[in-house]
C-alpha cells in the first residue's frame, strides 16, 4: 500500500490551505490499482476546513464507494475520525443531492410542462432510485423541486433558475 504522511506534506494542520496541499498530495498517488494510506501519525487535527478542503472536496467529486476503497486514513484520534467521516459523508450527500437534481432538470427539459417520477430518475445513472428517493426530500426542502399530490416531481421556479444556470459537475470518477 503506498502513504502519505500528513506530517511531510503540511507544517500545520489548521487551515483550508494546509487541507488543500494535503489533497494535492492525495491526487498525485490517487490510483485505481491499491488503496493510499493517509497516515495522521496520532497528530490531533480537529479542524473541520483542513478536513473539507482535502477529504470533503473528494467527497464532492468522487462517489464515496470510490473515496472510501482508495484511501485509508490511520493514526487519527477518534475525535478526528468522526469529524472527517461527519464531513465526507455531508460532502457525498451534497454530491448525490447535485446529481439527482441535475437529473430531474434534465428530465424535465425532455417532458416539459409533464410532471417526473422517482422511478424516471435513476435509470441509467450514477445512483439509484432508492438514493434519488432519499435526496428528493432535500431538494422540496431547498425549494428547488415540488411534489405535486399525485406525487410527481417538478422543478420549482427557483429550480429552473438553478437548473439554468449551473452545468452539470463531473470529475474523475464520477
Do not use: Y
Amino acid at each position: 500500500m503506498r502513504r502519505v504522511s500528513v506530517r511531510d506534506v503540511t507544517s500545520t494542520q489548521v487551515f483550508r490551505a494546509d487541507g488543500e496541499q494535503l489533497r494535492c498530495a492525495i491526487e498525485a498517488g490517487w490510483s485505481d490499482a491499491e488503496p493510499l494510506e493517509v497516515d495522521f501519525d496520532g497528530l490531533r487535527i480537529d479542524s473541520a476546513s483542513f478536513f473539507d478542503e482535502s477529504f470533503g472536496h473528494l467527497a464532492l467529486v468522487h462517489p464515496l464507494s470510490v473515496v472510501r476503497r482508495r484511501l485509508k486514513p490511520t493514526g487519527l484520534s477518534e475525535p478526528d475520525r468522526a469529524l472527517l467521516n461527519s464531513i465526507v459523508t455531508r460532502r457525498a450527500r451534497e454530491r448525490l443531492e447535485r446529481q439527482v437534481f441535475v437529473e430531474i432538470a434534465r428530465l424535465s427539459a425532455q417532458n416539459e410542462p409533464h410532471a417526473i417520477s422517482v422511478s424516471d430518475i435513476s435509470p441509467g445513472t450514477a445512483f439509484t432510485e432508492q438514493e434519488a428517493r432519499d435526496v428528493v426530500p432535500a431538494l422540496e426542502k431547498r425549494g428547488l423541486i415540488r411534489r405535486l399530490p399525485d406525487g410527481r416531481l417538478r422543478l420549482s421556479d427557483q429550480g429552473r433558475v438553478e437548473a439554468s444556470t449551473k452545468k452539470p459537475e463531473s470529475g474523475p470518477g464520477s
